[in-house]
């Protein structure tokens, strides 16, 4: 199995509790790298709503800064922003965050994009939420531009910048764009402007508060997987396109069940998934390394 595991570092829901219950950062990433991980992501929201967090919402890290100081704990772990709301900055600010991460951790970052969704970060940012899907193809012109470190012009909605430059220009060339969300919108940006696709499983819950389609069968993943690449093939882009799948099982440690999910990741990956994110949905830290030597056990080895 070629597939790839990278390890969500576990949120904490509701109003209470800390960031960090599931164990100090650093110690949970020096784990999940020597467990075998292949990559840690974290999630983003910068401003998140009192009601939403009552309702099983989940306070999140800066993630690019996070993933910086995860950068100087490791050695060989990719570094996923899962997902960062381009909307919500300027994309010069974007840019010049993601390179930073990237130069500075070897060439590690993957930056995951979404539109985003929760209409009150929109507002307390002061971003117009009708505007998100502007603004994030906005973004994902303006990115590649930035990180060339050359100089450019590009007059945005509410910038303009004339014969800019930026460095330093990211380690990698370009820095790995993944798109999130199940829509067409969502799979048509993958094809076009960035390096990999990352649908949203989770149920119908998730997916009308996310504001997203709900994901089908394996089946109708492998469908939208070809539709993607030959899109992206007959654009003209080069080099095979990523697909990151969110694995969900409350039993992913069951022994009884490992053959099971082996056989789920041997589909995923028939379908044309290249990576799959699993957490553990602890709540302390001896916890969070039980799972990650579990798991590396069972399935990394």
Request: charged share 20%; proline share 5%.
């Amino acid at each position: 199995m070629s597939l790839r595991f990278i390890f969500h570092y576990p949120e904490t829901g509701g109003p209470d509790g800390d960031v960090l219950d599931a164990g100090p950062l650093r110690e949970v990433a020096i784990t999940a790298e020597r467990c075998g991980f292949d990559g840690l992501s974290l999630s983003e929201h910068p401003i998140p709503g009192a009601r939403w967090l009552n309702n099983g919402g989940h306070q999140t890290l800066d993630s690019l800064v996070a993933l910086g100081y995860v950068a100087a704990a490791t050695e060989r772990l990719r570094l996923l922003t899962y997902l960062a709301v381009a909307p919500y900055r300027n994309p010069l600010l974007l840019a010049k965050a993601a390179a930073t991460v990237d130069k500075l951790s070897g060439g590690r970052l993957v930056l995951g994009l979404g539109a985003g969704y929760q209409k009150s970060e929109f507002h307390a940012l002061g971003v117009d939420f009708e505007e998100r899907n502007a603004l994030f193809d906005e973004a994902l012109e303006v990115l590649p531009l930035h990180w060339r470190g050359e100089p450019f012009s590009y007059r945005g909605r509410h910038f303009d910048a004339r014969n800019v430059i930026a460095r330093p220009r990211p380690v990698q060339d370009p820095i790995p764009i993944w798109i999130g969300g199940n829509s067409a919108a969502s799979r048509r940006r993958a094809a076009n402007r960035a390096q990999g696709w990352m649908p949203m499983s989770g149920g119908a819950a998730l997916s009308t508060t996310a504001r997203t389609p709900a994901l089908g069968s394996h089946t109708e993943l492998a469908a939208q997987i070809a539709e993607v690449r030959t899109r992206a093939e007959s654009a003209g882009r080069s080099g095979d396109l990523d697909v990151l799948y969110s694995y969900h099982d409350s039993d992913l440690l069951d022994p009884a069940a490992a053959d099971r999910h082996l056989e789920s990741f041997a589909g995923l990956e028939k379908a044309g998934v290249t990576w799959i994110v699993v957490s553990s949905r602890t709540a302390d830290h001896a916890a969070t390394t039980d799972f990650l030597d579990a798991f590396g056990a069972t399935y990394l080895r």
